[in-house]
T-cell receptor, first 112, second 115 residues
């Protein structure tokens, strides 16, 4: 099975500090896309950042950036200058061939 | 357009009853997806539509589950003879015809509790 693994069920970070969430995935395809989604409590899941596998350059969206290691099939999310509003479940996802597959998620707590 | 809408937000039903959920996708999106999310897990794929055609169904979608998208706009997901194991959040998402390359837009979900 082509899976997505998030090895950290829970993480916490101090406000204004930096935190990195880990994700590894499995795929036999060369063309695929990777995503991080954020799901705040009782709210809808929203797209945080997207990476195309054929691009070597790591994606960046304001305080959010990724470390994409294609050979290692690793796709970690770095949140800089963490804010209280960053507290949520974060899901890593891999998309290819009409199949979006999610990891089990990491619950991020931000301490004031 | 206010995004992907799902109705109801919460549903409590007795075991054995039938329930139906509705999803209204973003109007420009051709593709519509249903996922199920249980506590502490990521969303699991159930089925997806391109316009009105149901193109794929997961093995998770037992015979008690049926989904429709009659006019290629809104979709319904029906669960017949509900069981306690059906308790979950049911998420709907939509995307452009390019599939998921740009990511999906999710609704807020319908939380089903079977008692």
């Amino acid at each position: 099975a082509q899976t997505v693994t998030q090895s950290q069920p829970e993480m916490s970070v101090q406000e204004a500090e930096t935190v990195t969430l880990s994700c590894t995935y499995d795929t036999s395809e060369s063309d695929y896309y990777l995503f991080w989604y954020k799901q705040p409590p009782s709210r809808q899941m929203i797209l945080v950042i997207r990476q195309e596998a054929y691009k070597q350059q790591n994606a960046t969206e304001n305080r959010f950036s990724v470390n994409f290691q294609k050979a290692a099939k690793s796709f970690s999310l770095k949140i800089s200058d963490s804010q209280l509003g960053d507290a949520a479940m974060y899901f890593c996802a891999r998309y290819n061939n009409n199949d979006m597959r999610f990891g089990a998620g990491t619950r991020l707590t931000v301490k004031p | 357009d206010t995004g992907v809408s799902q109705d109801p937000r919460h549903k409590i039903t007795k075991r054995g009853q039938n329930v139906t959920f509705r999803c209204d996708p973003i109007s420009e999106h051709n593709r519509l997806y249903w996922y199920r999310q249980t506590l502490g897990q990521g969303p699991e794929f159930l089925t997806y539509f391109q316009n009105e055609a149901q193109l794929e169904k997961s093995r998770l979608l037992s015979d008690r589950f049926s989904a429709e998208r009659p006019k290629g706009s809104f979709s319904t997901l029906e669960i017949q003879r509900t069981e306690q194991g059906d308790s979950a959040m049911y998420l709907c998402a939509s995307s452009y015809n390019s599939g998921g390359r740009e990511g999906y837009t999710f609704g807020s979900g319908t939380r089903l509790t079977v008692v």
